[in-house]
């Protein structure tokens, strides 16, 4: 299975910056899309913040679509999540997210990584 280990939590200022990184191992099966999830409250579910197919198409949640910024290092099967203007609704656990073709016609395979924290609080 795909290992993902992401960095780049932490503790930040409103209207502050950071920029969340992931790097992707043991690829078995080919990556068509690699993203970021967040989970704001225990128990509450994960929602999407921002995903990048492989041809650059991009997916960002309305929330954070004009201070986030996702990129890809395809080569180093590295994402990252720039994240400016951040605001306190902003603190969660993010996670890294890989989806992969998997072995059979229309097998998808979604991984996420264990998470890193952010907090935005002065």
């Known amino acids: 299975q795909v290992q993902l280990v992401e960095s780049g939590g932490g503790l930040v200022q409103p209207g502050g910056s950071l920029t969340l990184s992931c790097a992707a191992s043991e690829i078995r099966y080919n990556i068509n899309t690699m993203g970021w999830y967040r989970r704001q409250a225990p128990g509450q579910e994960q929602e999407l913040v921002a995903k990048m197919t492989n041809d650059g198409s991009t997916d960002y949640a309305d929330l954070v679509k004009d201070r986030f910024t996702i990129s890809r290092d395809n080569a180093n099967n590295m994402v990252y999540l720039n994240m400016k203007s951040l605001k306190p609704e902003d603190t969660a656990d993010y996670y890294c997210?890989?989806?992969?073709?998997?072995?059979?016609?229309?097998?998808?395979?979604?991984?996420w990584g264990q998470g890193t924290q952010v907090t935005v609080s002065s």
């Open positions: 997210y890989v989806s992969q073709d998997g072995p059979g016609p229309g097998v998808i395979i979604e991984t």
